[in-house]
């Protein structure tokens, strides 16, 4: 998603996440952008925070966290109707919810999470050349390095057909962290032949080609330095083994 503005991203996350973890509660955007102008140094406009929390929202889905966006109101105690639609299209398991009960699901998520750093360094990362589908320009003594990186997209469905089948423990460490801190949605799904390695569109078998994993294990898998002909990811088998544990027969398994 297209961040004109990676450093407003950043500043208003820090402001999010410090206000949630000491007020455990809703703001709204007039506060909020009070809240942003102390940290940046100068004033903040309002108007400019709608479209910066829906690419918050994405952000926080590619990092597997609650949408700490869902924490910011308008002085009436709406939400923009947008953003739980855009909640639903990700999240297919929550359509027996109503807009109230699905917000205050997410809010509960939120108020509970301890640990926003890969929200935070998600987006620090960012301000400093990351974004997606952005192109920022640095000046290394003669030469300017362009630096442009692509989004892949991934179906929601598929995600939710695989975690329905395989339930939400990962199939690497076989801990259940949706279960241990009560947070839902904190869970990811690996393809295990990776989209980047792929030309274009193709079909995903939720069953065979998907397996969940926790935040860790996943950044372990896709941690491999690999040379030419080889995979650029480990197997969860290969991770399962430097933790000690046996060798699944078929990843298609559940590990309930």
């Given at each position: 998603?297209d961040?004109?503005?990676p450093?407003?991203d950043?500043?208003?996350?820090?402001?999010?996440?410090d206000?949630?973890s000491?007020?455990?509660?809703p703001?709204?955007?007039h506060?909020?952008?009070?809240a942003v102008g102390?940290i940046?140094?100068?004033?903040?406009?309002?108007?400019k925070?709608?479209?910066?929390?829906g690419?918050?929202q994405?952000y926080c889905?590619?990092?597997?966290?609650?949408?700490i966006?869902l924490?910011?109101?308008?002085?009436d105690g709406?939400l923009h109707?947008?953003?739980t639609?855009?909640?639903?299209?990700?999240?297919p398991?929550?359509?027996?919810?109503?807009?109230?009960?699905?917000?205050?699901?997410?809010?509960?998520?939120?108020?509970?999470?301890t640990?926003?750093?890969p929200?935070?360094y998600?987006v620090?990362s960012?301000?400093?050349?990351?974004?997606t589908?952005?192109?920022?320009?640095?000046?290394?003594?003669?030469r300017?390095?362009?630096v442009?990186s692509?989004?892949?997209?991934?179906?929601?469905?598929?995600?939710a057909?695989?975690?329905?089948?395989?339930g939400?423990g990962?199939?690497?460490?076989e801990?259940?962290?949706e279960?241990v801190?009560?947070v839902p949605?904190i869970?990811?799904v690996h393809h295990l032949?990776?989209?980047?390695?792929?030309?274009?569109?193709?079909?995903?078998d939720?069953?065979?080609d998907?397996v969940?994993?926790?935040?860790?294990?996943?950044?372990?898998?896709?941690?491999k330095?690999?040379?030419?002909g080889?995979s650029?990811?480990?197997t969860?088998?290969?991770?399962r083994?430097?933790?000690?544990?046996?060798p699944l027969e078929?990843?298609?398994?559940t590990?309930a």
């Amino acid at each position: 998603m297209d961040s004109p503005n990676p450093d407003l991203d950043r500043y208003v996350v820090e402001a999010l996440v410090d206000h949630v973890s000491t007020h455990k509660e809703p703001t709204n955007y007039h506060d909020l952008a009070e809240a942003v102008g102390e940290i940046r140094g100068n004033p903040s406009n309002q108007r400019k925070l709608g479209d910066c929390l829906g690419r918050i929202q994405h952000y926080c889905e590619n990092v597997g966290l609650p949408e700490i966006s869902l924490m910011v109101e308008r002085a009436d105690g709406t939400l923009h109707e947008s953003v739980t639609k855009y909640y639903r299209e990700y999240h297919p398991e929550v359509d027996n919810l109503t807009d109230s009960e699905l917000v205050d699901e997410v809010r509960k998520a939120c108020v509970s999470c301890t640990d926003w750093q890969p929200l935070l360094y998600f987006v620090r990362s960012n301000s400093l050349g990351s974004t997606t589908q952005a192109e920022k320009t640095y000046e290394e003594g003669s030469r300017v390095t362009r630096v442009v990186s692509e989004e892949i997209k991934r179906s929601p469905k598929a995600r939710a057909d695989c975690l329905a089948k395989k339930g939400t423990g990962c199939i690497v460490c076989e801990k259940d962290l949706e279960a241990v801190y009560g947070v839902p949605g904190i869970i990811h799904v690996h393809h295990l032949e990776p989209l980047s390695e792929s030309d274009g569109v193709r079909e995903v078998d939720p069953i065979k080609d998907l397996v969940p994993v926790c935040p860790n294990c996943h950044a372990v898998i896709h941690s491999k330095k690999s040379k030419d002909g080889e995979s650029s990811v480990y197997t969860p088998n290969e991770v399962r083994a430097m933790l000690g544990l046996p060798p699944l027969e078929s990843y298609e398994q559940t590990l309930a």
